[in-house]
């Protein structure tokens, strides 16, 4: 503004009338706008909060819950899948849990005969893993019905025996090819400290037989010292 005023001064001599300049004056006093103010800060916090808490709030109402994107585990779980299929095995996620109404609830008359079996998992199998689980030492006390409908659910019940007390149950699969069915029950590390209460593990599991065909199967559990084989029919 004062360069603006010493420029007129300077333009218009001394004892000159300056009522004909005095609109030029003014348009040269107000040429040059004032510098505007900053927000205070205040109402930038007040802004910034004023966005995220509805964002917020619509994110935790409509989120979706999902598993998380893992790309070394998604991709190892489709070339697993990949090399499973090549040699002809299908895999089907089986529930297992502690049943609270004992360990063999399946009447004799209806129960397959079941034996003791060399430890392992099948070589076939073995090969078509990227990653055999942890599995219990030992199968023990196996008890399968002699027959089960297709569509039905096919329920086994045994006792895993644990090498420590280091393992809980995790994930468990059945493994179907031509006449055969794998049951691997699989367990994971216990973080930390922690154990659990026994080695030996009553353990129900149950696998829909929608995917089988009507027949004769061999049903082998799996553990690394002592596995359970028998014969399970589907029926139509």
């Not at 849990?97 to 199998?125: F, H, K, S, W």
């Not at 002699?146 to 659910?153: K, P, Q, T």
């Amino acid at each position: 503004m004062q360069s603006a005023v010493l420029w007129a001064a300077t333009v218009i001599p001394q004892g000159q009338d300056c009522s004909k300049g005095r609109g030029t004056f003014a348009f040269l006093a107000m040429s040059r706008p004032e510098s505007k103010r900053p927000w205070p800060m205040k109402w930038v916090v007040l802004a910034i909060i004023a966005i995220l808490l509805p964002y917020t709030a619509i994110t935790l109402l409509y989120r979706k819950e999902s598993r998380p994107f893992e790309p070394y585990s998604d991709m190892k779980r489709q070339a697993n899948v990949h090399r499973l299929l090549k040699a002809g095995f299908n895999r089907y996620l089986v529930t297992a849990d502690r049943p609270t109404e004992g360990l063999t609830p399946i009447p004799a008359a209806r129960r397959a005969v079941m034996q003791a079996a060399p430890g392992g998992v099948p070589q076939a199998l073995a090969d078509a893993l990227i990653e055999v689980p942890h599995l219990p030492s030992t199968v023990r006390q196996l008890a399968a019905p002699v027959s089960v409908r297709a569509g039905e659910a096919l329920v086994v019940f045994l006792v895993a025996g644990l090498p420590d007390h280091k393992e809980a149950l995790g994930e468990t699969y059945l493994y179907v090819r031509d006449s055969e069915l794998i049951l691997l029950v699989g367990f994971d590390p216990l973080p930390g400290k922690l154990e659990s209460r026994a080695r030996d593990l009553a353990l129900r599991a149950s696998v829909s037989t929608e995917h089988l065909k009507p027949g004769r199967y061999r049903l082998t559990v799996v553990g690394l010292r002592e596995s359970q084989v028998g014969t399970v029919t589907v029926v139509p």
